[in-house]
């Protein structure tokens, strides 16, 4: 049977679909959390953003006075958060195209794996790391911390679910691995 054929007839999405759609809903709605709260932990103690842009400024040669300082930390801020919102919107188009079952759901479930690569190593990078000398309250580290393990393990888990047999043939991709099995016929 052929994708074609496959996407015309009537289809029941399969419950490990459904639980890699939760898993990243779920994922994404912690993400957005986590990237609200690290927004808020430079706003907290900005100094090392601060820093940074001091150190950027004297390489170059560039005097930068006390309010254009202030300015760019908060431009820093709005685009970090811009950049975030932007990544949320795309998991979530992807997580959509999969929950569908649309023609490039395939690519979006690789695109998922991905971003599961990601959070599972950055799971591991927070359970290796303890916060530096900043005025933010190690409480705020902890929920932070908190969530992104939580993410991680979403992340783990929307892996197995995604590389589950009746989740590739939901996307198609089980078609084109059967092919490779019969030497690409």
Request: net charge positive; charged share 20%; glycine share 6%.
């Amino acid at each position: 049977m052929t994708i074609k054929e496959q996407r015309s007839e009537p289809r029941v999405r399969p419950d490990a679909v459904k639980v890699f759609c939760q898993l990243w809903i779920a994922g994404i709605i912690l993400e957005l959390v986590h990237q609200v709260l690290s927004i808020i932990m430079s706003a907290v103690d900005p100094s090392q953003l601060r820093e940074q842009v001091v150190e950027q400024a004297k390489q170059q040669n560039m005097p930068l006075p006390e309010d254009m300082l202030s300015m760019i930390t908060v431009l820093a801020f709005v685009f970090m958060g811009v950049i975030a919102l932007i990544v949320a919107l795309v998991l979530a188009f992807a997580t959509q195209r999969v929950h569908r079952g649309t023609k490039r759901s395939g690519v979006a479930r690789s695109l998922l794996t991905f971003f599961s690569i990601y959070f599972v190593l950055r799971l591991v990078l927070v359970m290796l790391s303890s916060p530096q000398g900043t005025a933010v309250p190690l409480a705020l580290f902890a929920v932070d911390g908190s969530v992104q393990i939580i993410v991680g393990v979403i992340g783990a888990l929307a892996m197995y679910c995604g590389r589950r047999e009746e989740t590739l043939r939901w996307t198609g991709e089980w078609q084109m691995i059967e092919n490779l099995r019969r030497g690409g016929k």
